[in-house]
């Protein structure tokens, strides 16, 4: 069992940066047994793959419309995951949530992850 708690979210203006957090708490298993991601949804919209990266960190993987500009870290000592987000545009404000799942290779598909948080709130003004 994992439970994800992120934090970090907020109002930004366009161009501006924020980080956001996820710290899990697992049960009977590593933090480092997990790969985690990055998800995020707008109203009215599904909710769409952000970032993904591997237990070791090796791997990461994007959508295109962040590459650049977001990176997705990890720190297996912390238990956490980070997404810090860089040149935000108004189109990146939704709810992110963070994810957990035990998968070895790259998976930008929701149903792999089998723990979530309650999602952060980003918005960016224009």
């Known amino acids: 069992q994992v439970q994800l708690v992120e934090s970090g979210g907020g109002l930004v203006q366009a161009g501006g940066s924020l980080r956001l957090s996820c710290v899990a708490s697992?049960?009977?298993?590593?933090?480092?047994?997990?790969?985690m991601g990055w998800f995020r949804q707008a109203p009215g919209k599904e909710r769409e793959f952000v970032a993904y990266?591997?237990?070791?960190?090796?791997?990461?993987l994007y959508v295109d419309s962040v590459k650049g500009r977001f990176t997705i870290s990890r720190d297996n000592d912390k238990n956490t995951v980070y997404l810090q987000m860089n040149s935000l545009k108004p189109e990146d404000t939704a709810v992110y949530y963070c994810?957990?799942?035990?998968?070895?290779?790259?998976?930008?598909?929701?149903?792999?992850?089998?723990?979530w948080g309650q999602g952060t709130q980003v918005t960016v003004s224009s």
């Open positions: 990266i591997s237990w070791s960190g090796g791997s990461t």
């Open positions: 697992a049960t009977g298993s590593s933090f480092s047994r997990y790969a």
């Open positions: 994810a957990a799942g035990r998968f070895l290779l790259p998976n930008p598909s929701p149903s792999r992850y089998d723990y």
